[in-house]
């Protein structure tokens, strides 16, 4: 049912309530036989947009294994069969937000059902920050996640930036409690990164949470995890580096962007 929901959205341009500004969803199709070639190419080139405003924020974020920037993957929805769970990104689509015809914001979103989605990668084109580009999209996801019904949006924040995404985007820091309530999804948490939720619908699950956590006493995280996980649930949270590039740096990839897409055209 959330699958149908959110393919009836891909690819379609929706207005916001700031003129001048649409949001659009986008997956990668590499294995969507049944697409037309011209919106292949059509979703391919705007993601390749999604992927180069990524880099030109994030360094490249490593996995050892294989030496892979997962950045790339995510963009792709890449998954690898046979692999370690924790290399396969499938269910990742892009969140963009364009002024006319370029991309001013993007992230990217993974939903896991109607317990919680995911977002651990958002940016802003340079030229737009200050300008509210991020509180538009965030508003536009949180409203779509609520109609679904989606109980929270969690994200991982470097430290120099969780006052900010809890005093203007109302973000809250996870509980021990809560994080061990999310333990058994496959979240991309990153190494010096604190895991940040932001509560979307108001449903039983916040009652569990403070059922559980008015007796501490009675609560053993062991059994806990086992009651709710299951004896072959594996902790897929993963150690990876995650660093911004400064403002300096931003400005200098975005630049060298430019140049290598002029030198296409």
Request: glycine share 6%; proline share 4%.
């Amino acid at each position: 049912m959330l699958h149908d929901d959110i393919q009836k959205l891909l690819g379609i341009s929706f207005p916001t309530g700031v003129d001048g500004l649409t949001w659009k969803l986008l997956k990668s199709n590499n294995n969507d036989f049944n697409m037309h070639d011209a919106l292949r190419a059509d979703t391919h080139a705007k993601l390749s947009q999604a992927l180069d405003l990524l880099r030109a924020c994030f360094k490249p974020i490593i996995i050892e294994r294989g030496k892979r920037n997962i950045i790339i993957d995510i963009i792709n929805s890449s998954t690898f069969p046979d692999s370690d769970p924790l290399m396969d990104f499938h269910g990742y689509f892009v969140m963009v937000l364009r002024k006319d015809d370029e991309f001013t914001c993007v992230a990217t979103v993974r939903i896991h059902g109607q317990k919680l989605a995911e977002m651990p990668l958002v940016a802003t084109i340079f030229k737009y920050r200050g300008q509210g580009m991020c509180r538009v999209l965030l508003h536009e996801l949180t409203k779509m996640l609520s109609k679904w019904q989606v109980q929270r949006l969690v994200l991982p924040s470097v430290s120099d930036q969780l006052e900010f995404w809890q005093s203007v985007y109302g973000f809250s820091k996870m509980s021990t409690v809560e994080k061990l309530e999310i333990l058994g999804f496959p979240l991309l948490v990153f190494r010096g990164t604190t895991i940040c939720q932001k509560i979307l619908s108001n449903t039983m699950f916040g009652m569990e949470i403070e059922e559980v956590s008015q007796e501490p006493s009675r609560f053993n995280p062991k059994d806990y995890l086992k009651d709710r996980l299951g004896p072959g649930t594996k902790r897929n949270f993963r150690n990876l580096n995650y660093k911004l590039r400064s403002e300096v740096e931003v400005i200098r990839k975005e630049k060298k962007i430019m140049l290598e897409d002029r030198e296409k055209i």
